[in-house]
């Protein structure tokens, strides 16, 4: 082969090499789109929703049940009207009945129990922050109102005091 390794050979044929480097350059592409559209990362199967997504979760699974209550009640009103069957309407009218308390069993639930192999995590220094802030407001709530009551303290101390004038046959003070 005049001299060149087999991966020149490739390299120059266009093989392999540049269908991988074209890969490469569309999964870039293709990453750089999806994080401009916002695009979330995929679960993975073992790996649990956070607390926030799951609260979110639970406030649109209790605003579509306390909606569904309303058209229930509808169509229990409607099946007994127009299409006079009372047990159709008994029937939608049963559903309608529980539909607020599940509604609010599901959205006071407590989410995702926490794995146990998990280990705990403890952040001392967020803890040992979290003090010192406390302590320094308190030294400052202190210091402010030491300031007041020695401001206080010494604009009680100070007195008036009316000089003789000579027009009133006083001495003036020496």
């Known amino acids: 082969m005049d001299g060149r390794s087999q991966q020149e050979h490739d390299a120059f ?18 990453r750089a789109v999806l994080r401009l559209k ?3 990362a995929e679960l993975v199967t073992d790996a649990h929703q956070s607390p926030e997504e799951n609260r979110l979760h639970r406030e649109k699974v209790y605003a579509w049940l306390q909606g569904l ?7 229990s009103g409607v099946a007994y009207v127009w299409w ?5 309407s008994a029937v939608l009218f049963a559903i309608s009945i529980p539909l607020p308390w599940v509604a609010v069993v599901i959205a006071n639930g407590v989410g995702e129990r926490r794995d146990p192999r998990t280990p705990a995590v403890y952040k001392p220094a967020v803890a040992r922050e979290y003090q010192a802030f406390v302590l320094e407001q308190h030294n400052q709530q202190r210091a402010l109102a030491q300031g007041n009551n020695e401001a206080h303290a010494s604009e009680q101390d100070f007195q008036v005091v009316d000089h ?8 003036p003070p020496r």
Request: glycine share 10%; aromatic share 2%.
């Open 13 to 30: 044929d266009g093989s392999v090499h540049e269908t991988h480097a074209a890969e490469i350059r569309v999964s870039h592409a293709k």
């Open 164 to 171: 003789n004038d000579a027009s009133e046959g006083g001495s």
């Open 38 to 40: 916002g695009h979330k």
């Open 84 to 88: 006079h069957s009372i047990l159709l």
């Open 69 to 75: 209550r309303v058209p229930f009640l509808l169509a």
